[in-house]
T-cell receptor, first 113, second 114 residues
Framework: QKEVEQDPGPLSVPEGAIVSLNCTYS??????FMWYRQYSRKGPELLMY????GNKEDGRFTAQVDKSSKYISLFIRDSQPSDSATYLC?????????????FGQGTTLQVKP | NAGVMQNPRHLVRRRGQEARLRCSPM?????VYWYRQLPEEGLKFMVY????????ESGMPKERFSAEFPKEGPSILRIQQVVRGDSAAYFC????????????FGDGTRLSIL
């Protein structure tokens, strides 16, 4: 079993839809949770960074962490064609103090005009 | 552009040659990480370095791969005697402080082995 599971998709939605992206994980020591966006042939771009459980909102993006269920989510409101990309969840174990990130496989999102 | 800079963006090598990938971290960042992305797979951690020190190399293959981050100049990921299976995108990230600070990525080096 992978430490971090993420449905690769692809996920196709119409413009303006609310998008829900999710990851599950198995290591209860993970404390830091991140979402990255990666366009084709480019590097991952940090979207959201959260510590422990709870919600965090930034513009059209909301990140949720449920540590009891080992489940994290990213919601995108009013999705735009420019949101079409691969979304990667990542997490790290605070006890290791090395910052080594464990990534999900990534979900490919297509927002159709 | 004050972001993480990687070069070259594309590198082609024949089997048995050496590949050198360079990474300059963001200004003010002294922590560097290397990840590898194989086709259809997620990013896999390789190594974490601070200036002149390797902190965690648990993701590095035992042979042919090495990394350094000298006092002056960029971090270097070196692959000796490359094989076809080394073909991948190699990404460098940097952070400002201790391990759990947010990591910011460069656009990667795409290595192709003929």
């Amino acid at each position: 079993q992978k430490e971090v599971e993420q449905d690769p998709g692809p996920l196709s939605v119409p413009e303006g839809a609310i998008v829900s992206l999710n990851c599950t994980y198995s290591n209860s020591a993970f404390q830091y949770f991140m979402w990255y966006r990666q366009y084709s042939r480019k590097g991952p771009e940090l979207l959201m960074y959260t510590y422990s459980s709870g919600n965090k909102e930034d513009g059209r993006f909301t990140a949720q962490v449920d540590k009891s269920s080992k489940y994290i989510s990213l919601f995108i409101r009013d999705s735009q064609p420019s949101d079409s990309a691969t979304y990667l969840c990542a997490m790290s174990d605070s006890s290791s103090n090395t910052g080594k990130l464990i990534f999900g496989q990534g979900t490919t999102l297509q927002v159709k005009p | 552009n004050a972001g993480v800079m990687q070069n070259p963006r594309h590198l082609v090598r024949r089997r048995g040659q050496e590949a050198r990938l360079r990474c300059s971290p963001m200004k003010g960042h002294s922590h560097v990480y290397w990840y590898r992305q194989l086709p259809e797979e997620g990013l896999k951690f390789m190594v974490y370095l601070q200036k002149e020190n390797i902190i965690d190399e648990s993701g590095m293959p035992k042979e042919r791969f090495s990394a350094e981050f000298p006092k002056e100049g960029p971090s270097i990921l070196r692959i000796q005697q490359v094989v076809r299976g080394d073909s991948a995108a190699y990404f460098c990230a940097s952070s400002q402080g201790l391990g759990n600070q947010p990591q910011h990525f460069g656009d990667g080096t795409r290595l192709s082995i003929l």
